[in-house]
């Protein structure tokens, strides 16, 4: 008997990361040719994967991204909402905005079974604020860019105590 591995939804895609959120800015290069553009690696990187490393060019990321490691969760595919569906192949970042609060609402009532990927981030320290712990979950929505493409979406949330240590936070889904 033969067995056939379903098809790796987080490989064979180059993944650009956008955002016009201050709070993602720290996890991002500065805009340029090629910048914040990644693929997403498993481990072992033979049968069902473990965890997913992120992978990019040199000073194309930033170097926070170098030993994230993204866990796979979930069974259920995520199903585009009505607006994110209508996107076209470039989006404007107010047209992504609007589609990614349709689809973290989605993604959120429907969080443990949706097929998604979850890790934690050292968010890098700022001339504002210290170095944070981040916690990232990734969903992908399938044919979100102009009927086509997919598209991934990243949810982040800090742990804003003094120190990082608990006791509160703030969220921001861009």
């Known amino acids: 008997m033969t067995v056939t591995q379903p098809a790796d939804i987080w490989t064979d895609t180059r993944w650009e990361l956008r955002s016009t959120s201050a709070s993602l800015k720290s996890l991002m290069v500065p805009d340029g040719d090629g910048t914040n553009i990644f693929t997403l690696n498993p481990v ?27 866990f ?12 994110a569906a209508a996107l076209g192949a470039n989006p404007t970042d107010a047209e992504l905005q609007q589609a990614v609060a349709a689809i973290d609402g989605t993604a959120a009532r429907l969080l443990f079974t949706t ?13 504002n ?32 105590s003094p120190g990082g240590t608990g006791g509160g936070g703030s969220v921001d889904r861009p």
Request: charged share 20%; net charge positive; aromatic share 8%.
């Open 44 to 70: 072992p990187n033979t049968g069902n994967a473990v965890y997913y490393e992120v992978t990019f060019a040199a000073k194309k990321m930033a170097d926070c991204w170098k030993v994230c490691k993204l």
């Open 72 to 83: 796979p969760r979930g069974n259920q595919t995520l199903q585009p909402p009505q607006l």
């Open 115 to 127: 097929k998604r990927l979850e890790g934690d981030i050292e968010v890098p320290a700022t001339s």
């Open 129 to 160: 604020q210290p170095a944070m712990l981040g916690s990232l979950i990734l969903y992908q929505v399938p044919k979100a860019l102009g009927n086509k493409q997919a598209m991934l979406v990243l949810s982040f949330a800090t742990d804003a």
